[in-house]
């Protein structure tokens, strides 16, 4: 199994850009997480999803959209990227309410 | 605000050494696990204990949970230069409905020096 994907690793992008970071797990998992890591911040939840077709916002999700449209996919899509979105995004998921699996990340830089 | 704060921010010992790091949070919790994210990666996940159990083994790890000071701490013993990682502690609250988030405290750097 290669557990929870996260395409691409690495980005950069120009204020103003859109783009759309992709997850993939093949575990599944219902349940599906969006976060950002920024240093001395934690990892704070972006957006969440506990079943194919249904999304939820979490504790930052000005600026973010996401959809669940298979089970096995959540994609996080920056519509106007700014400065501020510099950041490194990991997915996760779960299969219920306990244990989450984690991607390896993607690093993205707004210039 | 964040439901869990680690402590000490960065820890360095010798290899052999005890670690031990603590977590508090502030409101009731369902359960609080431990993560480690090697410099790069993403979490991998340590252990859970649930807000009815005291304390928990797992390998070279030991968590203990005290529910009356809102705390938990994880000890790692014998360390390694592997176990050189920043440790999360993360928190499932109990609000009496489903509740799928998980709020992560901001990590404890470990270093372990061979």
């Known amino acids: 199994n290669a557990g929870v994907t996260q395409t691409p690793k690495f980005r950069v992008l120009k204020t103003g850009q859109s783009m759309t970071l992709l997850c993939a797990q093949d575990?599944?998992?219902?349940?599906m997480y969006w976060y950002r890591q920024d240093p001395g911040m934690g990892l704070r939840l972006i957006h969440y999803?506990?079943?194919?077709?249904?999304?939820a916002k979490g504790e930052v999700p000005d600026g973010y959209n996401v959809s669940r449209l298979k089970k096995q996919n959540f994609l996080l899509g920056l519509e106007s990227a700014a400065p501020s979105q510099t950041s490194v995004y990991f997915c996760?998921?779960?299969?219920?309410?306990?244990?989450?699996?984690f991607g390896p990340g993607t690093r993205l830089t707004v210039l | 605000s964040q439901q869990g704060e680690e402590d000490p921010q960065a820890l360095s010992i010798q290899e052999g050494e005890n670690a031990t790091m603590n977590c508090s949070y502030k409101?009731?919790?369902?359960?609080l696990q431990w993560y480690r994210q090697n410099s790069g990666r993403g979490l991998v996940h340590l252990i859970l204990?649930?807000?009815?159990?005291r304390e928990k083994h797992s390998g070279r790890l030991r968590v203990t949970l005290d529910t009356s000071k809102k705390s938990s701490s994880l000890l790692i013993t014998a360390s390694r230069a592997a176990d050189t990682a920043s440790y999360f502690c993360?928190?499932?609250?109990?609000?009496?409905?489903?509740?799928?988030?998980?709020?992560f405290g901001k990590g404890t750097l470990l270093t372990v020096n061979p």
């Open positions: 204990i649930r807000s009815n159990e």
């Open positions: 999803s506990v079943g194919e077709g249904t999304t």
């Open positions: 575990m599944n998992h219902e349940y």
């Open positions: 996760a998921s779960s299969r219920q309410t306990d244990t989450q699996y």
């Open positions: 409101t009731s919790i369902n359960n």
């Open positions: 993360a928190t499932r609250l109990n609000s009496g409905g489903s509740n799928y988030k998980l709020t």
